[in-house]
């Protein structure tokens, strides 16, 4: 089947403006991840959907950001009045079952490229 | 807190070993390996359960220390195509928070 589709792959915006990044997940998968990387750099965790539901939302760096997933399958991570600083890549992550680290390892899309200018 | 992986950058001739570690202030419950290429989004390698079992990969093997606060991956008799960016994944503990470690970049040359 189809693994996780990231849209759009590449974002150029204005500094000030929003933007929308959406995921679609492998089917069936129960859990949904976002990460950032900037360029060079590691891994930071932003938040984790089980079903619906974001248990915890503390790694969203600051309240522009926001996440949201519907039906269990798509999730839109926004990003408001989007500063330089924001520009990274933007990676979504699905697993079959939530505690992805019992045997359910993660299964990454492309990345969105953010850019702000 | 985020697993501190070393060593950061290892350059290996094709055909010889290495080892990467992964290090964390508690216990690891279990640990993912990834590896990313350039330019490309990270791929799962190879999982060390709790209890030591491994699945994933032919030349790539894990373990834990003693107290289950490092796990290290072995590659060996590396391949070109082995270069890229590794990283551990795992638990944050108390949390659910799935992590990955500082990475360990890996270039193997010809």
């Known amino acids: 089947g189809a693994g996780v589709s990231q849209s759009p792959s590449n974002k150029v915006t204005e500094k000030g403006k929003d933007v929308e990044l959406r995921c679609d997940p492998i089917?069936?998968?129960?859990?949904l991840y976002w990460y950032r990387q900037s360029l060079g750099q590691g891994l930071e965790f932003l938040i984790y959907?089980?079903?619906?539901?974001?248990?915890?939302k503390s790694g969203l760096p600051s309240d522009r950001f926001s996440a949201e997933r519907t039906g269990g399958s798509v999730s839109t991570l926004t990003i408001q009045r989007t500063q330089q600083e924001d520009s990274a890549v933007y990676l979504c992550?699905?697993?079959?079952?939530?505690?992805?680290?019992?045997?359910?390892?993660?299964?990454f899309g492309n990345g969105t490229r953010l850019t702000v200018t | 807190q985020q697993p501190v992986q070393s060593p950061q950058a290892v350059i290996l001739r094709e055909g010889e070993d290495a080892v990467i570690n992964c290090s964390s202030s508690?216990?690891?419950?279990?640990v993912h390996w990834y590896r990313q290429k350039h330019g490309e989004a990270p791929v799962f390698l190879m999982i060390?359960?709790?209890?030591?079992e491994q699945k994933g990969h032919e030349k790539i093997s894990a373990s834990f220390n003693e107290k289950k606060q490092q796990s290290s991956l072995y590659l060996t008799a590396s391949q070109l195509s082995y270069s890229g960016t590794y990283f551990c994944?795992?638990?944050?503990?108390?949390?659910?928070?799935?992590?990955f470690g500082t990475g360990t970049r890996l270039k193997v040359l010809a």
């Open positions: 992550a699905s697993s079959l079952n939530f505690r992805a680290i019992e045997d359910s390892p993660l299964h």
């Open positions: 089917s069936g998968h129960t859990a």
């Open positions: 959907f089980q079903g619906n539901s974001a248990p915890d």
């Open positions: 508690k216990a690891l419950y279990s």
């Open positions: 060390l359960l709790k209890g030591g």
């Open positions: 994944g795992t638990e944050d503990s108390g949390t659910y928070k799935y992590i």
